[in-house]
């Protein structure tokens, strides 16, 4: 029971990423599902939130508009697309699977199985 961040890299500010979740030994298509990220020195926070079917989504304030959060059932993996990118961006992003279909925060007590990251670095 495992999820795999993929996707991030060094990209210039205004750039753009794509990140992947891909979960392996179950199947995501019964659970919300959540990314996160942490930037260096600082408590990890959530960053969007997607519900089992999709046809819920979530962003904090600071990504509204920028980034897109999605899921393909097929594929068992949920996506975020990043677009607009500032240097503020820099962090590790985590995805977890909720406890739950629905999104309702971002309290990690209410969230299992994470990934181990994958770093997302916004510079010129």
């Known amino acids: 029971v495992q999820l795999v961040e993929s996707g991030g890299g060094l990209v210039q500010p205004g750039g753009s990423l794509r990140l992947s979740c891909a979960a392996s030994?179950?199947?995501?298509?019964?659970?919300?599902v959540g990314w996160f990220r942490q930037a260096p020195g600082k408590e990890r926070e959530g960053v969007s939130c997607i519900s089992s079917g999709g046809g819920t989504t979530n962003y904090v304030d600071s990504v509204k508009g920028r980034f897109t959060i999605s899921r393909d059932h097929a594929k068992n993996t949920v996506y975020l697309q990043m677009n607009g990118l500032k240097p503020e961006d820099t962090a590790i992003y985590y995805c977890a699977r909720r406890r739950s279909t629905y999104c309702s925060g971002y309290d990690e007590g209410q969230y299992a199985s994470w990934g181990q990251g994958t770093q997302v670095t916004v510079s010129s």
């Open positions: 030994g179950f199947t995501l298509r019964g659970y919300a």
